[in-house]
T-cell receptor, first 112, second 115 residues
C-alpha cells in the first residue's frame, strides 16, 4: 500500500498570505489528522476529520481550518499567516476506529 | 492524561542494545503505552504498543513492570539509522485511534548512534 502523501513538501510564504496544504491518506483510511510541529512547542494536534466531518479539534485559532473530501483526501488552510506559523505540518492517516496512525512526511512551511 | 518523563538525550554505538525508560507515575487503568520514532523532517512512526509485561515485534521490545509506572523501550543492536527522536505516549486506546487532542507529544528522547 502506498503511504500517506503530503503536498507540497516545502513552502515559503510571506506574512499575511494564506496557504493550503494537501494530504492523501492511505487507501481505505477514513480518518485524517493534522499536527503542527515546532522546535518550541513540539508536536501539537490541530484537528481530525472522519468521513468528511471534523471529529476533534485542538487549541488553535480560527485561522487554521481544514476539510475532508469524499475520497478521504484532506486539506488544511491557514489564513493571514504569521511568522509563528512556520512549522512542519504533519498529516496522519487512520482506518477510523481502531488501529495505529500513519504519519506522512510533512510539509515544511516557512513564513517570512 | 498520564504525564510522561523521558531522558532528553542518549548516546550509543552501533551494535549495542539501547534501553530508553519512560516514567508515567499516574498511568490509569485503561491506559496503554505507545512508542513512536521520528527522523528529522519526517512524521512520527509507530514502533510498539503495550499494556503490561513484555511486548516484542520485529523492531523493538517493550518492558512494562507490574506497577506500570514506567516502561522501557529496548532497541537491539542499534545501527546509525536508528538515530532519531523517540516519544513515549500514554493514553486510552481510543485516544490513539483518532483524535490526538488529549495526547501530548513531549520533547522525546534524542538518540544518537555513533559508528
Amino acid at each position: 500500500k502506498a503511504g500517506v502523501t503530503q503536498t507540497p513538501r516545502y513552502l515559503i510564504k510571506t506574512r499575511g498570505q494564506q496557504v493550503t496544504l494537501s494530504c492523501s491518506p492511505i487507501s481505505g483510511h477514513r480518518s485524517v489528522s493534522w499536527y503542527q510541529q515546532t522546535p518550541g512547542q513540539g508536536l501539537q494536534f490541530l484537528f481530525e476529520y472522519f468521513s468528511e466531518t471534523q471529529r476533534n479539534k485542538g487549541n488553535f485559532p480560527g485561522r487554521f481550518s481544514g476539510r475532508q473530501f469524499s475520497n478521504s483526501r484532506s486539506e488544511m488552510n491557514v489564513s493571514t499567516l504569521e511568522l509563528g506559523d512556520s512549522a512542519l505540518y504533519l498529516c496522519a492517516s487512520h482506518p477510523g476506529e481502531t488501529g495505529e496512525q500513519y504519519f506522512g512526511p510533512g510539509t515544511r512551511l516557512t513564513v517570512t | 492524561l498520564a504525564k510522561t518523563t523521558q531522558p532528553i538525550s542518549m548516546d550509543s554505538y552501533e551494535g549495542q542494545e539501547v534501553n530508553i525508560t519512560c516514567s508515567h507515575n499516574n498511568i490509569a487503568t485503561n491506559d496503554y503505552i505507545t512508542w513512536y520514532q521520528q527522523f528529522p523532517s519526517q512524521g512520527p512512526r509507530f514502533i510498539i504498543q503495550g499494556y503490561k509485561t513484555k511486548v516484542t515485534n520485529e523492531v523493538a521490545s517493550l518492558f512494562i513492570p507490574a506497577d506500570r509506572k514506567s516502561s522501557t523501550l529496548s532497541l537491539p543492536r542499534v545501527s546509525l539509522s536508528d538515530t532519531a527522536v523517540y516519544y513515549c505516549l500514554v493514553g486510552d486506546l481510543a485516544l490513539f485511534s483518532g483524535g490526538y487532542n488529549k495526547l501530548i507529544f513531549g520533547a522525546g528522547t534524542r538518540l544518537a548512534v555513533h559508528p
